[in-house]
């Protein structure tokens, strides 16, 4: 498949999946914002956003604004492993709003959370590299067959630069297999 944008079929529950996944991510470092930033509740209510999707909620204009919340977060933030903790929260939440298009952007948008998650991780232990490729085993061990299905029908991810686009790409070509 080219990288052009061809459109795809999204059911609600593919979307619901590929949140909860995203969710699921978010939450395994969300412990590392809050203990960095204990009185910024964005993050966390942008993950509570992102599950309560999954779950069977509506899509609204509060989970997308928690989304933008948490980014926020991220940008504010000045230690690097909460920051990408916060990403991570922040792809939670906009995971609800993945567009149907096959596109290697759109990968970014499946695998954000869980890539955020692995480098805050990693960051956290003095960025050694072995915990972000344990953490991406971890993200592919729970990855559900219809987020794989998905990804499967998306171009790969485009090559990008640093550490975060190694982990994409190692993500993307693991949960492909």
């Not at 619901?16 to 590392?32: G, H, N």
């Not at 914002?33 to 779950?55: L, M, S, V, W």
């Not at 805050?120 to 559900?144: C, I, K, N, T």
Request: charged share 25%; proline share 4%.
């Amino acid at each position: 498949m080219d990288s052009s944008s061809s459109e795809m079929q999204l059911s609600a529950d593919d979307l619901r999946q590929i949140t909860l996944y995203a969710a699921k991510c978010a939450r395994q470092v969300l412990s590392i914002f809050e203990a960095k930033y204990p009185t910024d509740h964005r993050p966390r209510e942008a993950i509570e956003g992102a599950e309560a999707f999954a779950q069977g909620n509506k899509r609204t204009a509060a989970l997308r604004a928690q989304a933008w919340a948490a980014h926020a977060a991220a940008r504010e933030a000045e230690d690097p492993a909460a920051v990408d903790a916060a990403r991570a929260a922040s792809h939670a939440a906009a995971a609800a709003y993945l567009h149907p298009r096959a596109t290697p952007h759109q990968v970014k948008h499946v695998l954000g959370a869980a890539v955020h998650q692995a480098r805050a991780l990693e960051l956290a232990a003095g960025s050694d590299e072995d915990v972000g490729l344990e953490r991406l085993r971890w993200a592919m061990d729970h990855a559900s067959p219809t987020v794989r299905d998905v990804l499967r029908r998306m171009p790969t991810a485009h090559a990008g630069r640093g550490r975060l686009g190694e982990l994409l790409r190692e993500l993307d070509a693991g949960l492909r297999r």
